[in-house]
């Protein structure tokens, strides 16, 4: 697929440290099974102008963007009107996120609670199926909260909403893991292989336990029929070597 995935996941509190971001792993598991994959992942907090920039740049590049914080009530949640700003439009009250707000909260929608119906002209709500409050949508942009049980099926519900036509044949990994295996002594080995199968991600990660034993998990990624023939490679090679290895 041409057009890029990315998340842009927002708040302080990530930034420092404070929260553990959940959105990466989630998103993940939404994308894979469709045969899509992220390009890009970048975690922001909620200074506002650097907010605006980072969201111009990705407005600008045309890629699909799941951003997730920020778009509560409170003054730190800017992310509403810092994606108002990189576009040049002006936040107005949507009204079916008005409906929807207020047939949660009713009288006590107001003041503050409303405010999370406002959103750049010309977006489209995202359903919150947890507590009504949506999320929106512009520009192949779709903003949701930060709290991941919120975010996860509004994801799912862009996914099949808006892109359910790039469904493509997911891709598989194939493992072997090195026992006692150092990647220096693969190096040449894994340059051949990238040149014989250009249609296969080849990776090589490295683990060394607290008593000092080393392994490597040496594996592939690829469509099943290329990502198999990818794996003998490698079993092949490791055989030849007469290296210790188990499939993973």
């Known amino acids: 697929m041409d057009q890029k995935i990315g998340l842009l996941i927002i708040g302080d509190e990530v930034l420092s440290g404070k929260r553990q971001d959940k959105h990466l792993n989630q998103a993940n598991a939404l994308l894979r099974p469709r045969g899509l994959e992220l390009t890009w992942v970048k975690i922001v907090g909620d200074e506002p102008g650097f907010l605006v920039d980072t969201l111009k740049s990705s407005f600008e590049s045309g890629d699909i963007v799941f951003s997730f914080g920020g778009i509560g009530a409170t003054p730190d949640d800017r992310t509403r009107q810092a994606a108002a700003k990189a576009l040049g439009l002006p936040i107005e009250r949507h009204p079916e996120g008005v409906k929807e707000i207020e047939a949660q909260f009713g009288e006590d929608a107001y003041p503050q609670r409303i405010r999370m119906a406002e959103y750049p002209k010309g977006a489209t709500i995202i359903p919150n199926f947890y507590n009504r409050v ?40 194939k493992t072997i893991r090195l026992i006692d295996g150092h990647e220096s002594e693969w190096v040449t080995f894994m340059e051949t292989f990238e040149a014989e199968f250009p249609a296969l991600r080849l990776f090589s990660l490295p683990s060394i336990s607290e008593h000092g034993d080393r392994t490597i998990e040496l594996g592939v990624e690829g469509y099943e029929s290329d990502a198999q023939k990818g794996l003998e490679a490698l079993i092949c090679e490791a055989n030849k070597r007469e290296a210790s290895f188990e499939l993973i």
């Open 134 to 173: 949506p999320g929106f949508s512009i520009q192949n942009h779709h903003f949701m909260p930060g709290f991941p049980m919120m975010a996860k099926p509004m994801m799912e519900w862009v996914l099949n909403q808006y892109y359910s036509h790039l469904k493509l044949e997911p891709k598989v990994e």
